[in-house]
């Protein structure tokens, strides 16, 4: 049989030094950017906010430091952050719909002085306008961009910024782009964790009961697991806590996705002598791959 199994553990690194390392991340946190012309203060203390239930927006300012009225800084004065505030209730009017019910007792430009009812519409082609329909009637209407926080659209992760749709990056800043690395680190390097990778052969026996054997354990907080069998065998996953997950007391279990672990593990038989094993992990307790 051949088995091939590969993940990620995280990397556990002891550093001996009398160093504060809270002290430098704030120090590296909060430095000054030099641009070619004027310098960048340090960053002001994040505002509360936008929203006084759900989501919300929260902002932050830093200041030019210049000489002279034409000198400019390189870079982004203020950045936002999604923020999350207690739940609304359930009969509150969503953000959108709210900014379109003010409009609701004045006249549209260049319109008669009929008054209409509006709410969003959502098939406008830029989702950081302020598009409204007029209820009990086919055209909308657009009142200019949306206030900074709202939602790009009904089913959409983004935030609409001085009338762009921005989503967040790993660090919750709005448009930052910074994603989580192989290892799960928020902007790291893929250097926090170790690739584990291997192949698993045996001979099949001559005689005696066939039965379940052993291949590894795949330790806690393992990320991006991925199991390959390609032989005439069948996988098997237990946990300490659950026991058998999949394949397990001579069962055979379906194609499909497992809670265990911490994470979901996605089970596919392709053919009789293909199957395999992912997971995104971090997983919360060792499993086993027999």
Not at 14 to 24: E, H, R, T, W
Not at 163 to 173: H, V
Not at 237 to 248: Q, T
Request: aromatic share 10%; with cysteine.
């Amino acid at each position: 049989m051949r088995l091939e199994i590969w993940f990620r553990i995280p990397l556990l690194i002891l550093v001996l030094d009398s160093v504060n390392s809270q002290a430098i991340s704030q120090v590296l946190e909060n430095k000054i950017l030099h641009s070619t012309s004027g310098v960048w203060a340090l960053w002001g203390a994040w505002t509360g906010c936008s929203s006084s239930c759900g989501e919300g927006v929260t902002l932050r300012y830093r200041k030019c430091q210049r000489d002279n009225i034409e000198v400019t800084c390189a870079g982004e004065q203020r950045q936002y952050k999604s923020c999350q505030s207690v739940l609304c209730p359930a009969n509150s009017i969503p953000f959108r719909n709210l900014q379109c019910a003010l409009y609701n007792t004045r006249p549209i430009p260049g319109s008669s002085q009929q008054r209409y009812q509006w709410v969003p519409f959502y098939g406008a082609p830029i989702p950081c306008h302020l598009s409204c329909l007029a209820v009990g009637h086919n055209f909308y209407y657009t009142f200019g961009r949306v206030l900074d926080g709202t939602r790009c659209g009904e089913d959409s992760d983004g935030t609409c910024i001085n009338g762009q749709c921005l989503t967040a990056g790993c660090d919750g800043i709005l448009g930052s782009g910074v994603t989580n690395d192989l290892c799960g680190k928020c902007g790291g390097r893929n250097d926090s964790c170790i690739h584990i990778q291997d192949v698993f052969r045996l001979l099949y026996p001559s005689s005696g009961v066939f039965g379940y054997k052993n291949v590894t354990r795949i330790p806690a907080g393992a990320r991006r697991i991925k199991v390959t069998d390609k032989s005439q065998n069948i996988l098997a996953l237990m946990s300490l806590s659950k026991g058998y997950v999949i394949n397990g007391n001579w069962t055979m279990s379906r194609s499909g996705v497992y809670k265990v672990a911490g994470t979901e593990v996605r089970y596919s038989r392709v053919t009789i002598s293909h199957e395999f094993l992912e997971a995104s992990g971090p997983t919360d307790e060792d499993l086993y791959v027999l």
